[in-house]
């Protein structure tokens, strides 16, 4: 009955190109392991084992940077994973994201006495995953690993088990992640039925060799799979989610969201369109064109008139997908590099942000409001220095990486004769920029009645422990440094450009 | 797709006699013994003693763990079937790798044995 | 014995070209099916519709095994049978409510949902009519359990230790949102 040989041949695996991914993975089960066997961790244990998996997963990333750009990309299991420039620079921003958030976790669990080995658990399973997309090569790969980094994400927002807000944030960004996964699959399915594959690398050389008479199902299948990333990375019209739940979610959590989930989802974005579908570009591109003018208008005016910062920077996130989503519309391997340099400076900017809001949020994790940032220059002057800094590098001002960045997509943009779309970006810079301007003069200029009324003491903020310190220290300094000195960060983005390998 | 069918008919045959026989001796049960109902004779049966209440009962929300695990566990089955269609055939990668996933997945059990889910509350 | 003597009387209708056992016994679970589907709508009773809804699942697990796709079938019942309806019958117990009769669930809501299944219907029918029509289901090959077995243990190791991965994150993150503390 069965006619099959008597063995199956195994796949070749690649061991050593799986070890960012086994780390994270393996420090998750193991963390998990031994919180079920000793009832009592030690507190520090949890928080300190992830950032030693964190580091060891950039260790790991250098030689295998080197083996990449010596050899060449590769793919490996049969063409369901590939290793190349792109998923080790996403992973290293994955690791630093892990690093950081778990610096911050560990003070605000302290703080706000929450019990908290899941939170790290979860982190390293979502970390696990967002490097399962980086390095997928099928999108069935993909989808799993979005199915991992999104599901650990729901739960992280929900962690914080007496604010309501945070349930509701869970709630609310999990219907509609099911929502945007269901259009992800189904857009998978139409690709599939259009093209017969599943592997990237056989979808690309099937597009880029066949004529298709009918494309009505490809171009549903194209649709919906940007529906599907779009929510992931809060792209207007489907960032509905992103204010409510960056509002309510824990803060370091908010932190891995902006930076680490937003990564991933860049990471498959370009891997699927601008690499697979890339012979296709002409087709898509003006969907991107579309989304991404609506993502930086919409992201930049809303922000103006929000209250609470935590709003604020959720807005402003958007808009920054916004930008990125400028690099991707332009198809090339220029814009594939600014989008990378994009999410290595907004990983440092939107870590230090978050891990500044984190500190000025106090016990409860409810100051937020710009309220809670009024003449905070004179009475904290080093955070507010830090955040000011920060704020300017999100703006885009020259001499921060933020320009670095910016200037990078626009670039691509026009090199891709974009010019409408690059001037629409450059304008909602600049109305992004009032926004922070409006943080800034609340920092700066607005010392408000300090001494005569009795609310301004309850505003106080309180000495930021170790962790956030560390998180808002290395930020600033890389971001000032990268204003300088972008070349390192630029140069690395340019040799990170994503190659297929068939399988 | 003959021999696939007859494979499967045979299920079917066996499952249709399953529920021929059982149906057979109820039915012939039912036709054969006297039938004197009485109020107490018809009541439900709860344990021995007069049934209380609504036969409506909610449930804690707690043991949507339960309903939980089941559907994660039901997953693994479906998982475990083509592995074990051909168990020989993947051999020891095979056995490795199942290893690993019903582990990762029994850890998730262990944890929630270890946090105390699995009680009667 | 007996199971043997029907096999061999079943055979004869099997054998040669003629589908005709197929066709009786795909009639039979279509009726079976059409009939459970309207009790299933039509009950007043929420625990009896999740039971019906069985019996419709059961049927199509039943299809599937006599178009030749085993493991779908299998899997059908696993999961929707075996998973999903748990978890309704479970949503059932778990929330508020009447388990009887309920009346108001049968009013309002009924043309609007008459509505939305005709529209699935003619959108579903017609999308595989005009895609496949006529075309007919390979019998010579029927889709084996081994077959998938094969591909999962050579293509798809990577997406299989993901699911358990993916799985174990979903666990934790069930007992973390149930702990009461």
């Known amino acids: 009955m069965f006619a099959q040989a008597e063995t199956v041949a195994t796949p070749e695996v690649l061991w050593w190109a799986l070890v960012p991914l086994l780390v994270l993975a393996g420090a998750?089960?193991?963390?998990?392991?031994?919180?079920?066997?000793?009832?009592?961790?030690?507190?520090?244990?949890?928080?300190?084992?992830?950032?030693?998996?964190?580091?060891?997963?950039?260790?790991?990333?250098?030689?295998?940077?080197?083996?990449?750009?010596?050899?060449?990309?590769?793919?490996?299991?049969?063409?369901?994973?590939?290793?190349?420039?792109?998923?080790?620079?996403?992973?290293?921003?994955?690791?630093?994201?892990?690093?950081?958030?778990?610096?911050?976790?560990?003070?605000?669990?302290t703080r706000e006495d929450l019990p908290g080995v899941e939170l790290y658990v979860l982190l390293l399973l979502s970390a696990a995953g967002g490097v399962v997309m980086a390095s997928a090569?099928?999108?069935?790969?993909?989808?799993?690993?979005?199915?991992?980094?999104?599901?650990?994400?729901?739960?992280?927002?929900?962690?914080?088990?007496r604010r309501i807000q945070s349930q509701e944030a869970a709630l609310k960004y999990f219907v509609l992640g099911a929502f945007a996964s269901a259009f992800l699959l189904y857009g998978i399915a139409l690709v599939y039925g259009a093209t017969g594959a599943t592997g990237l690398a056989r979808i690309a050389g099937y597009l880029s060799t066949t004529i298709l008479l009918e494309d009505g199902m490809l171009m549903a299948g194209f649709g919906l799979l940007l529906v599907g990333l779009g929510f992931k990375v809060a792209a207007v019209p489907f960032h509905a989610w992103a204010p409510d739940v960056y509002q309510g979610a824990p803060t370091p959590v908010v932190a891995w969201m902006a930076a680490g989930v937003k990564a991933a989802g860049f990471a498959a974005l370009l891997r699927v369109f601008v690499l697979t579908f890339g012979s296709w570009s002409g087709e898509w591109q003006p969907a991107v064109w579309g989304?991404?003018?609506?993502?930086v208008l919409g992201g930049s005016v809303v922000a103006v008139v929000q209250t609470d910062v935590k709003r604020m920077l959720a807005y402003s996130s958007i808009a920054h997908a916004g930008f990125l989503l400028v690099g991707v519309q332009a198809a090339s391997d220029r814009g594939t590099a600014a989008v990378l340099t994009y999410l290595g400076v907004y990983t440092l900017l939107a870590c230090g942000s978050f891990a500044v809001v984190t500190v000025v949020g106090g016990a409860g994790d409810d100051r937020h409001g710009i309220?809670?940032?009024?003449?905070?220059?004179?009475?904290?002057?080093?955070?507010?220095?830090?955040?000011?800094?920060?704020?300017?590098?999100?703006?885009?001002?020259?001499?921060?990486?933020?320009?670095?960045?910016?200037?990078?997509?626009?670039?691509?943009?026009?090199?891709?004769?974009?010019?409408?779309?690059?001037?629409?970006?450059?304008?909602?810079?600049?109305?992004?920029?009032?926004?922070?301007?409006?943080?800034?003069?609340?920092?700066?200029?607005?010392?408000?009645?300090?001494?005569?009324?009795?609310?301004?003491?309850?505003?106080?903020?309180?000495?930021?422990?170790?962790?956030p310190r560390i998180v808002i220290t290395v930020s600033v300094a890389l971001v000032l440094v990268l204003g300088v000195v972008p070349g390192p960060l630029v140069d690395l983005a340019k040799d990170a450009v994503p190659v297929l390998v068939g399988g | 797709m003959s021999e696939f069918l007859r494979s499967w008919l045979v299920l079917v045959v066996f499952g249709g006699l399953a529920v021929a026989v059982v149906g057979t001796f109820?039915?012939?049960?039912?036709?054969?013994?006297?039938?004197?109902?009485?109020?107490?004779?018809?009541?439900?049966?709860?344990?021995?003693?007069?049934?209380?209440?609504?036969?409506?009962?909610?449930?804690?929300?707690?043991?949507?763990?339960?309903?939980?695990?089941?559907?994660?566990?039901?997953?693994?089955?479906?998982?475990?079937?083509?592995?074990a269609a051909r168990l020989e055939a993947y051999g020891m990668f095979g056995l490795v790798e199942m290893a690993i996933f019903i582990f990762i997945l029994a850890l998730g059990l262990f944890y929630a044995w270890r946090k105390r889910l699995l009680r009667w509350i | 014995m007996i199971a043997m003597a029907a096999l061999q009387g079943f055979d004869s209708l099997m054998s040669g070209d003629t589908v005709v056992a197929q066709n009786i016994a795909f009639g039979i679970l279509a009726v079976v099916m059409i009939v459970a589907a309207l009790r299933m709508v039509t009950t007043g009773n929420v625990v009896h519709a999740a039971l019906y809804l069985v019996i419709v699942l059961a049927g199509v697990a039943g299809i599937f095994i006599l178009l030749g796709a085993e493991f779908v079938g299998v899997t059908q019942v696993l999961v929707y049978?075996?998973?999903?309806?748990?978890?309704?019958?479970?949503?059932?117990?778990?929330?508020?409510?009447?388990?009887?009769?309920?009346?108001?669930?049968d009013t309002e809501k009924r043309r609007m949902a008459?509505?939305?299944?005709?529209?699935?219907?003619?959108?579903?029918?017609?999308?595989?009519?005009?895609?496949?029509?006529?075309?007919?289901?390979?019998?010579?090959?029927?889709?084996?359990?081994?077959?998938?077995?094969?591909?999962?243990?050579?293509?798809?190791i990577v997406p299989f230790e993901a699911v358990s991965v993916l799985l174990l994150a979903a666990l934790i993150g069930a007992i973390v949102v149930a702990r009461k503390d």
């Open chain 3, 114 to 156: 008459v509505l939305v299944g005709v529209l699935v219907l003619v959108v579903t029918g017609g999308a595989v009519l005009d895609s496949f029509g006529d075309a007919a289901v390979n019998r010579a090959a029927p889709s084996l359990t081994a077959e998938i077995g094969d591909t999962i243990f050579s293509q798809y």
């Open chain 1, 137 to 161: 090569n099928d999108l069935i790969v993909l989808f799993l690993g979005l199915e991992l980094l999104s599901i650990a994400v729901y739960v992280m927002a929900a962690l914080h088990l």
């Open chain 1, 291 to 295: 989304l991404a003018i609506l993502t």
């Open chain 1, 28 to 109: 998750a089960v193991l963390l998990l392991t031994v919180a079920s066997l000793v009832r009592r961790l030690p507190e520090w244990l949890p928080a300190a084992w992830t950032i030693v998996a964190g580091l060891a997963v950039l260790v790991s990333v250098v030689p295998l940077w080197n083996e990449v750009q010596d050899d060449g990309a590769r793919s490996f299991l049969a063409g369901a994973v590939g290793i190349d420039g792109s998923t080790l620079f996403v992973t290293a921003l994955l690791a630093v994201a892990v690093v950081a958030t778990a610096l911050l976790s560990r003070a605000y669990l």
């Open chain 2, 26 to 83: 109820l039915g012939l049960g039912s036709l054969l013994r006297p039938q004197r109902a009485t109020e107490q004779k018809v009541m439900n049966y709860e344990s021995g003693v007069d049934p209380q209440g609504d036969r409506w009962s909610q449930s804690n929300i707690r043991y949507y763990v339960f309903a939980l695990m089941f559907v994660l566990f039901d997953v693994e089955v479906v998982f475990i079937f083509p592995w």
């Open chain 3, 81 to 105: 049978i075996g998973a999903i309806v748990v978890l309704f019958l479970f949503g059932i117990m778990l929330t508020r409510g009447a388990l009887g009769e309920d009346e108001e669930a």
């Open chain 1, 371 to 467: 309220d809670a940032y009024r003449g905070l220059g004179a009475r904290r002057p080093w955070l507010a220095g830090a955040f000011a800094v920060l704020l300017l590098g999100q703006a885009g001002v020259p001499f921060t990486a933020g320009f670095v960045a910016k200037f990078g997509v626009i670039a691509a943009a026009t090199e891709g004769h974009s010019y409408a779309l690059a001037g629409i970006a450059m304008v909602s810079a600049a109305v992004a920029a009032f926004v922070y301007l409006r943080i800034l003069v609340a920092l700066y200029m607005e010392d408000r009645h300090l001494e005569d009324d009795d609310e301004a003491g309850a505003v106080e903020v309180d000495p930021a422990p170790w962790g």
